[in-house]
Each structure stands twice: as structure tokens, then as C-alpha cells.
């Protein structure tokens, strides 16, 4: 297993739409492996395919406590959504900065599982929230542009403060 460099905002790589995995083969299977290392060693609780810099649509999450609740969610697809609820979310991609945004409370969603198989989940709570925000890492978008724009410049500007400092 490896652990994967993950793109930091406002990489335009971000910005790509992720295109649908064709084959659930031993080489997803390692990628999978991989992005989950990635995840718990940030830390984090989910992780999308184009924050690694590769283009597929898969998702991995794990919202446990124990790090024993890994789901790899490939081809994921919000099927049913009602509700709304506000959470402060963070991302592995804009480290540092929380936000409250604005997401669907229940969600069910369709995709595969690591073996190819179909499966179909229902969410609501932290898990809801962070398959949404992980499917709109696949479509190119990132939480933070769902702020006011005076907001999501004054990030950018302490990101690229903070990028400084680290140099
Ligand atoms: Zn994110």
C-alpha cells in the first residue's frame, strides 16, 4: 500500500469531472487500498478519487471511530435526497479550514461495492454529509465554493498564506 499525494485548493485538477470506472479489477482494488491508507493517515473520514488526482468516480469514507467502518463507494450515484441540515465541514484538500455549508439531511444512494456488486444505502447524519461532499469532489466541485465569494477569497488568500509559511 502507498500512501497518495492529495492536490490542495485551488488546484484546478480539483476542477475535473471524474469519469465512471468501467471494470472493478485488482488494480482499482489496490487504488482503493491506497486511498483508504491515505485517508486514516491525514487523518480523515472520506476521500474522493480526484483529491488523489485520479479521475475515476470512487469514493472511500469511514466514519467510525475505530477505523473499522471503510466503505468504497465506486460509481455513486444520489439517487433520493430530502431534507436539509448545516454542518461545519473540513476537507483533506483545504487543510485548516472549516465551513458550515448546506447539504440534504437523508440521502440514498446507488453504486458499487469493491467486488463490483450493486448496492444501495440509505443515509442520514455525518455519513449523508460526507458522501455528498465526497460525490461533489467527483464533479469537480469542492465545499468551500459553496460560500459567499468574499468568503471563499478571503480562504484562498490564507491558504496561499499558509502554503507560505510552510516553504
Ligand atoms: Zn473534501
Known amino acids: 500500500m502507498a500512501i497518495l499525494n492529495i492536490l490542495h485548493y485551488p488546484d484546478e485538477r480539483l476542477h475535473t469531472v471524474a469519469k465512471p470506472v468501467e471494470k472493478v479489477d485488482d488494480q482499482l482494488r489496490t487504488l482503493i487500498a491506497d486511498m483508504a491508507e491515505t485517508m486514516y493517515a491525514a487523518p480523515g473520514i472520506g476521500l474522493a478519487a ?3 488526482d485520479v479521475h475515476l468516480r470512487l469514493i472511500v469514507i469511514d466514519i467510525s471511530e475505530d477505523k473499522k467502518g471503510l466503505q468504497a463507494l465506486i460509481n455513486p450515484k444520489i439517487v433520493e435526497m ?3 441540515t448545516r454542518y461545519e465541514e473540513g476537507c483533506l484538500s483545504v487543510p485548516g479550514i472549516y465551513e458550515e455549508v448546506e447539504r440534504a439531511e437523508r440521502i440514498v444512494v ?5 467486488h463490483g456488486k450493486p448496492i444501495r444505502l440509505e443515509a442520514d447524519g455525518l455519513l449523508a454529509i460526507c458522501i455528498q461532499h465526497e460525490i461533489d469532489h467527483l464533479d469537480g466541485k469542492v465545499f468551500v465554493e459553496k ?3 468574499l468568503k471563499l477569497s478571503r480562504i484562498v488568500a490564507k491558504l496561499k498564506k499558509n502554503e507560505r509559511k510552510s516553504m
Request: proline share 0%; no cysteine; aromatic share 0%.
Open 50 to 52: 480526484t483529491q488523489v
Open 110 to 114: 446507488e453504486a458499487l461495492d469493491q
Open 82 to 84: 430530502d431534507g436539509k
Open 147 to 149: 460560500l459567499s465569494r
